[in-house]
């Protein structure tokens, strides 16, 4: 059992699982310890799902719930909570915990200490903005506006006079500081159903030079006075935060500290060797075995030559949760304190083998301290390997041995100490033996120890005059990631330069880690700095480490690559070290990490609402304080039901085979399987949803790798998964299709097709200066919400009644699909959802065969039933964001002018068209983006493959449809010779223009936004500054694109733009509302709980939701399209509306009085307290036949400027700089929106960056299943200066919507591919200056590898396979 599973099994149910592999950190918790090598005590953030609750005796948990409530929450989780730092939550507690550590090991850490903490922890949905700047309110510098810090505390600063715009370092602001606590003493929280009130009104004592009064002239807005109430806001909250005091933490117990010593007394448990034995049969592990001295454990070795030792279990939690492997008698040795031990000689360092990564780096420092940066070479390119070794969570627990007797062939120190020369101690009983480290790896995770030794100690020597050692390593993410390539460069040289020694070793680029012999005895004898000598040893290299083509893992080209530029960089950082000037020692300064360690910073920008009590205003999310307290219950935190049952999922081998036969007795003989359920089973009709064309479960063909055949009832989610496995099922394989251009090529096509015409495209192609034709592709995108599938199923017990409890964004088509296939009206199955921990349209039509799987179980058993999925499961089984392929023919001027397009649009599917045909035609209505294409000839397909079918997600279309477009605008001009920036705007739309869908542009504020934030951003100035910067720097390479968006508000289906509310007015004066959206994040529920207070003319926290369900808002429309604040926020208000006019006879006759008061006369007057609104979007509809009537309600749009610098030899990059403009008409909450714009921008920069989702060529299974393989951005990799401001004071008169509001969830995400094209802009700048003249296609996304490979510098060359080397062979993974 697992330290999660323990948790989780008593109710501490704010530990969320998240992934189960140690990547996301949604289950990190402190763990406290007493150090007897340090004496001292250690607090560190622990991820609960790979920490084996036996390693916990004798230490102190602390989880979320353990710091504070919801009524009274903890500094940490009030700073997060308030300023807006928790959107779904499910991810929260996790951020909570990292942070709450850091402080408790340093109460006053730095911004970087901060940002760094959360290198394990993963966001979907805020973008971290937020939650880097609620923690960096505990770092020691007073950044934050109208505070400082003063002896650990946090004080507000009150103004001299009233007034203050909130914006950095404003006068109002710059005065004594006061305490802001009540009286007593006792903290103020902020009451999170308020708005801020501003600390400071009016004008300061500087008059016309304050702030405040100055116009707005790099805005365009004459007449706009600087106002920020985003900054003003942020300071009004943090002005009522409760002061943090470190000396009202809880204290470890005293108990603990004499039981680590050994010290306990005779009443008391006593520390001592442990010997375990499990009588669960299925268990992972049967026995567990904890010594405590060296002697025990050689012992215990000795008589268990097969047992596994355990120290983090992060290796071993990995291969139980992903390959289902089982140890069954396991060693724990971290509580030996003869592996702990470090000395020093004059000759080196020896480190214990089992102290921790996080302790290797802090006596790493201590001992570059002591002795200086010359002889710790070897030490410090350790430690800065260290720093990129999975997360700190981790590195608080693995242990270097660990990194060593894996003998991975990426592991990250290996390489460092192959090339130091380290020497290893293995002990037995028969004694001990010393061997180099060179002599102990011998393949493929083999080593030379033998079963009854044990690692003890390794011993790095110190460095000598004249030599360089350097550690480098290449990964998809840099940080909480698996190396691609990792190595550890070592060169000595003599008074002459001569080489005297080198050592040149390497990880990912052979089954172990090796070291280049060929390339060290190029080197040794040369001079290091000769231009010759270098040449020689890159060529030895290469062509020592050769790679097939067909390579595990892929990338087989690109990881040669990666063993070359590492050493040229180690050439030029070396001979700069050593004092040799050459050509490449005075570019060493390029070869850095770069901008890796710059803090990131970032300002939010809109105006103060003066025309509203409540709605607009920057309200934090209602839920904030329950989800950082761990008080927020998600599906899966619901405590079980008496005799409920679990259900595992039998998953199928074979991406496309006809199904022979499934054979479940193996399974059905387990001990808790209470039943297995196929096909046949299913009592109602087995096809669902709109096209009917998919299978619940399926009944003679399996259509993808991953897809659920046949479901395993049991008591534990345990034995349902492990009966899952041993359900046998016989094949017929069948032929398969995996990618776009495969299904092209063998004409595999849904029958659909969607064609649109406007124009004559022939006749504006010949009156065209060029006609160009290229093609554009973007890839899948994993949905990634933190909180996986579930639905818990609970039978009534009378007339075949059922409740679901559903994380779902459909509850509408989740009631009526469960109906379906019980065979039962509708009417007996109610739907319920709370909140999702996440869902970006994943939890659309996806979510619904999980929770008809539930309900499949509950009809058969009576019982109750629960399914939730492992992060793996989810990742097969689910679909994810369509990937397209466009082909294109574009007629243009020399100007850059676009006369004609004719355009072939494809799409990959999946198995079943789900949302295909509606996602392919947003993506053709937005394939004109912002620009006027005056004939076009839009013509789309889907595709159908053997993968899962792809669905619904955050743009539905959209933004594939604006990233084919942009990036043939890119090429375009590539090949005119323009900036495509130019291209841009002599093609933007001005108001009034019509689309090539004859809809007439009204509101249109892109050209506004543009010159605007062109102007405010300095897009100019830093144009010049990139050019400069690049023509200075030879291997970095800066670049800067800025994009438009327009995104299409409203369904395309019809009858699904209507929404409907229920509200009550108790006779307390208390409100309910009731909608058909569902909140996973987006604020929803904050959103029309502002509505209702709005409209009924109360306090928000008069009002109440409580959830979404079919009972009390039927026939709902999805969550999503961004339009569910418009047309559920109008229910909502028609419904306030109606009580508003039945209550006004009462409110007249009782002016003044309380309004409980009010609701009670009118409920004794038997007037009806209880109204229901309805609302359906006017004039929308579409027919693209005849290419008429209202595609779009209206449009929400948008500006970004991103600037991003990038690494030419290794593909990394950093984005410097993103500044964004939105239009969301006047917002009904400012603060949100915000958030949704930084959330959005965030997932679209992964889609275009760092996330590819990948199948094995050979086998078709998703290759990338969890967070180890599939990379969404983390806190590092968000833009280090991000700004985002709300387009004001447009004119919003033609708006039919709530209040004027628009939505605001999706469009901002297409922005986030500002990054794909502001590093296409810097890879041009490389191949400019390398002479590359050959047009540059750029996929998405645009990966490490792809940046890498788009420089077509010598070294890539170097590392292309030849044609004949290449036949018959493809790579190992691919996109599809």
């Known amino acids: 059992m697992t330290l999660l599973q323990y948790l989780r099994s008593t109710r501490l149910t704010g530990t969320k699982l998240g992934c189960g592999e140690g990547g996301c950190g949604a289950c990190t918790v402190m763990v406290s310890r007493y150090d007897t090598d340090e004496s001292r005590i250690i607090h560190a953030s622990v991820i609960a799902c790979l920490c084996p609750l036996v390693t916990i005796d004798g230490k102190h948990v602390i989880t979320v719930e353990g710091l504070g409530t919801s009524a009274k929450p903890h500094p940490v989780q009030e700073r997060i909570a308030l300023l807006h730092g928790s959107q779904c939550g499910f991810c929260t507690p996790g951020f909570v915990m990292s942070l709450y550590t850091l402080l408790r090991n340093n109460p006053s850490p730095t911004e970087h200490e901060i940002e760094e903490c959360f290198d394990g922890n993963l966001c979907r949905c805020t973008g971290y903005r937020p939650i880097l700047d609620a923690a960096k309110t505990f770092a020691d510098i007073a950044w934050r506006q109208g505070t400082v810090a003063a002896d650990g505390s946090i004080y507000v ?11 950095d370092g404003c006068c109002r602001l710059q005065t004594s500081p006061e305490a802001v606590v009540a009286d007593g003493g006792s903290a103020i929280v902020h009451d999170p159903t308020k708005a801020p009130t501003s600390i400071a009104n009016g004008d300061c004592d500087k008059g016309s030079g304050c702030c405040k009064v100055q116009k707005r002239h790099d805005s365009g807005l004459a007449e706009c006075k600087v106002v920020n109430q985003a900054e003003t806001d942020k300071a009004a909250v943090i002005a009522r935060f409760q002061r943090y005091d470190p000396t009202q933490e809880l204290i470890f117990p005293p108990f603990l500290i004499r039981y680590a010593k050994g010290a306990t007394n005779d009443s008391e448990p006593q520390l001592r060797p442990l010997d375990i034995t499990s009588t669960d049969a299925q268990s992972w592990c049967q026995r567990y075995i904890r010594p405590l001295t060296l002697s025990e454990l050689l012992a215990a070795l000795e008589k268990h030559p097969d047992a596994k030792l355990v120290a983090g279990n992060s290796r071993l939690g990995m291969q139980i949760k992903l390959k289902r492997s089982k140890f069954p008698t396991q060693i724990y040795v971290n509580d030996i304190p003869e592996l702990r031990q470090i000395s020093e000689t004059s000759d080196g360092v020896t480190f214990g083998a089992n102290i921790t990564l996080a302790r290797f780096e802090r006596v790493l420092d201590a001992f570059a301290a002591k002795h200086g940066a010359q002889r710790t070479q070897s030490l410090a390119a350790l430690r800065e390997n260290l720093r990129y070794i999975a997360n700190s969570q981790i590195r608080n627990v693995a242990t270097i041995a660990g990194n060593i007797v894996t003998a991975s062939p990426i592991s990250d120190l290996n390489p460092v100490f192959l090339a130091a020369g380290a020497t ?18 011998l393949g493929y995770q083999r080593t030379a120890m033998r079963p009854d030794e044990v690692l003890v100690s390794v011993s790095v020597p110190f460095n000598n005059e004249g030599e360089v050692v ?6 998809k993410r840099k940080i909480n990631d698996i190396a691609i390539v990792t190595c550890g460069l070592r060169v000595q040289v003599d008074e002459s330069q001569c080489v005297v020694d080198a050592a040149f070793a390497y990880g990912g680029v052979a089954p172990t880690t090796v070291l280049a012999h060929a390339a060290a005895r190029a080197a040794i004898g040369g001079t290091w700095g000769d231009r010759a000598a270098l040449d020689r040893v890159l060529g030895a290299c290469q062509q020592e480490l050769q790679l097939d083509y067909a390579v595990p893992g892929g990338m087989a080209e690109y990881r040669m690559a990666l063993t070359t530029s590492f050493l040229f960089k180690f050439w030029a950082i070396s001979c700069d070290a050593l004092g040799i000037t050459c050509a490449e020692s005075m570019l060493a300064h390029e070869l850095g990490d770069g901008d890796e360690h710059v803090v990131s910073k970032a300002r939010q920008e809109y105006a103060p609402v003066e025309d509203r009590v409540i709605v607009g205003k920057g309200v934090a999310h209602l839920a904030a304080l329950k989800q950082v307290t761990g008080e927020a219950r998600y599906v899966d935190d619901m405590p079980e039901l008496a005799g409920e049952l679990h259900v595992g999922l039998v998953l199928s081998t074979r991406v496309h085979a006809r199904i022979l036969g499934i054979d479940a007795e193996k399974a059905l003989a387990l001990p808790g399987v209470v039943q297995v359920l196929t096909a046949r089973d299913v009592p109602g009709e087995n096809h669902w949803n709109l096209f009917k064309d998919e299978e619940i479960l399926p009944s003679d063909t399996t259509h993808y790798h991953g897809q659920p055949l046949a479901l395993v009832l049991a008591t534990t989610r345990k034995i349902a998964q ?18 776009i251009r495969d299904a092209i090529s063998q004409s595999s096509f849904f029958s659909e097709t969607r064609q649109h015409i406007n124009g004559d495209v022939d006749t504006a192609l010949a009156a065209a200066d060029f006609v160009l034709e290229g093609e554009s592709y973007c890839g899948v995108q994993e949905h990634f919400y933190m909180e996986t599938m579930c639905a818990v199923a609970v039978p009534k017990g009378e007339d075949g009644e059922l409740e679901v409890i559903a994380s779902t964004q459909n509850l509408t088509e989740t009631q009526m699909t469960i109906a379906q296939v019980l065979g039962v009206p509708a009417s007996r199955v109610v739907c319920r959802v709370k909140r999702l921990g996440g869902g970006f349209g994943g939890k659309d039509p996806r979510s619904v065969p999980i929770s008809a799987f539930a309900a499949l179980g509950a009809h058969h058993t009576g019982r109750s039933v629960r399914i939730t999925l492992d992060r793996d499961e989810d990742m097969q089984t689910s679909g994810q964001r369509h990937p397209f392929l466009g082909k294109w023919t574009v007629g243009v001027t020399k100007e850059g002018r676009i006369l004609g397009l004719r355009a072939r649009i494809y799409s990959n599917g999946g198995f079943s068209r789900d949302m295909s045909i509606a996602v392919l035609e947003r993506a053709i209505t937005h394939f004109d983006n912002c620009y006027r294409m005056c004939a076009t000839d839009f013509l789309g397909r889907v595709c159908r493959t053997n993968t899962q079918s792809k669905t619904a997600f955050r743009g539905f279309g959209s933004c594939q449809g604006m990233f084919l477009s942009e990036s043939m605008l890119c090429e375009v001009a590539d090949r005119l010779g323009l900036r495509v920036e130019a291209v841009r705007e002599i093609n933007m739309y001005q108001p009034g223009d019509l689309t090539p869908f004859n809809q ?23 144009r010049q500054a990139v050019d400069e910067f690049n023509r200075q720097s030879i291997h970095r390479k800066r670049g800067l694109a800025m994009l438009p968006t327009k995104f299409s508000i409203s369904f395309d289906i019809t009858f699904l733009n209507q929404g409907m509310a229920l509200v009550h007015v108790y006779m307390d004066g208390s409100v309910l509302v009731t909608h058909g959206g569902t909140e996973m994040g987006q604020g929803l529920h904050t959103k029309m709980a502002m509505v209702a207070a709005e409209t009924l003319e109360l306090p928000l926290e008069s009002i109440f939701i409580s959830e979404t369900a079919t009972n009390t808002t039927a026939n709902t429309s999805p969550t999503g399209a961004s339009v569910s604040s418009d047309l559920n926020g109008y229910a909502v208000y028609n419904a306030c509306k109606e009580l508003v006019d039945r209550l006004r006879p009462y409110r007249q006759r009782m002016a003044g009085e309380p309004f409980a008061k009010i609701a009670m006369a009118a409920y004794l007057d038997r007037c009806n307290l209880t109204a229901t609104g309805h609302y359906c979007t006017p004039d929308i509809g579409f027919d693209w036949d005849k290419n ?9 749009q948008g500006v970004a400027i991103a600037e991003v610098e990038l690494d030419t030899l290794t593909g990394s990059h950093s984005t410097l700089r993103v500044d964004i403009i939105m239009d969301v008409g006047r917002s009904l909450n400012k603060a949100i929106d915000i958030g949704q714009i930084e959330g959005a921008f965030a997932q679209g920069q992964g889609w275009t960056t760092s996330e590819e989702f990948l199948h094995s060529s050979s086998t078709g299974q998703t290759f990338t299943t969890g967070p180890s393989s599939y990379k969404i951005p983390s806190a590092m990799d968000i833009p280090r200066d991000f700004r985002v401001e709300l387009l004001e004071d447009a004119d919003t008169s033609a708006l039919k919507t709530i209040f004027s509001s628009k939505g605001v969830g999706e469009p901002p995400l297409f922005l986030g591919a500002s990054v794909f094209f502001a590093l296409r802009d810097a890879v041009l700048a490389k191949r400019r200056q390398l002479g590359v003249t050959a047009p540059l296609h750029m996929e998405s996304p645009a990966t490490p590898e792809t940046l890498r490979m788009a420089c077509e510098d010598q070294l890539t060359l170097m590392a292309q396979i030849p044609q004949d080397l290449r036949e018959g062979k493809v790579p190992s993974v691919t996109r599809i």
């Open 157 to 167: 600063s009150e103004p001299k006079a009233k007034g203050g715009c909130g914006i």
């Open 424 to 441: 290893l101690t293995l002990a037995s009983t028969s004694g001990e033996r010393h061997v180099p480290i060179s002599e102990f790896i």
């Open 470 to 475: 350097r550690a480098f390593k290449q990964a």
């Open 722 to 739: 492990e009966a899952a496995r041993l359900v046998s099922v016989d094949y017929e394989d069948l032929p398969t299709v995996l990618s």
């Open 1000 to 1022: 007439k542009l009204v509101g249109w504020n892109v050209p506004r936004m543009w010159t605007q934030l062109r102007a405010k951003a300095k897009y100019d100035e830093r």
């Open 1188 to 1196: 008429e009537g209202l595609l779009s309600f209206y449009h929400t």
